[in-house]
Structures are given as C-alpha cells and as structure tokens.
C-alpha cells in the first residue's frame, strides 16, 4: 500500500480539527494540526508572506496558520485534498 503526504493550510484550528476527523475515517495515520507563528524574524516574516502570494498576486493564503500534517493511503488522496479544499484548506 503506497502512502501519500498532505500538508494543508486553514484559518481556525476548527476547520483543521473537522478535516483531520474526515481524514481519520478515510483511515489516514499520523494526523496533526499545529500552529506556527512567525516570531522568529522579520527576514522569516517577509519570506513566509511573498510565499503566500499566489502566482496571480492574490492573497488568499493570508492568514493560514493552522497546519495539518496527514499521511493517507494513495488510492485516497484524492478524495482527501476534495475534503481539505471544502472545507476551506488550501494544500
């Protein structure tokens, strides 16, 4: 069985908490939502924001500071980026 790495982005950790629970019934292991700060520089700061900038400028990613980390089952990774962006995640 051939896994597959998700790393998706959210607005509140409810959103994170409501997928990881649809990824856990879609039998994915080792599911973590976390936080991340930019406290450690304004270099990192700056880096971390033009990142965010969509390839149209757009800023939709600002914002995204809850991270869900997720290892699924190929066959359903898929389904499972269909459940993130639904529930307004950006991968």
Do not use: W
């Not at 997928?19 to 991340?36: H, M, Y």
């Not at 390839?55 to 499972?80: K, R």
Request: net charge negative.
């Amino acid at each position: 069985m051939a896994e597959r790495g998700i790393l998706a982005y959210f607005h509140s950790p409810e959103q994170a908490e409501g997928v990881a629970s649809k990824l856990k019934a879609l039998r994915a292991v080792d599911v973590q939502v976390d936080r991340f700060t930019n406290d450690i520089g304004s270099g990192i700061e700056i880096s971390m924001a033009d990142s965010m900038i969509s390839q149209d400028h757009e800023v939709d990613a600002v914002g995204l500071d809850i991270v869900l980390a997720a290892v699924i089952d190929e066959q359903c990774y898929e389904q499972a980026i269909r459940v993130i962006e639904t529930a307004g995640g950006s991968v």
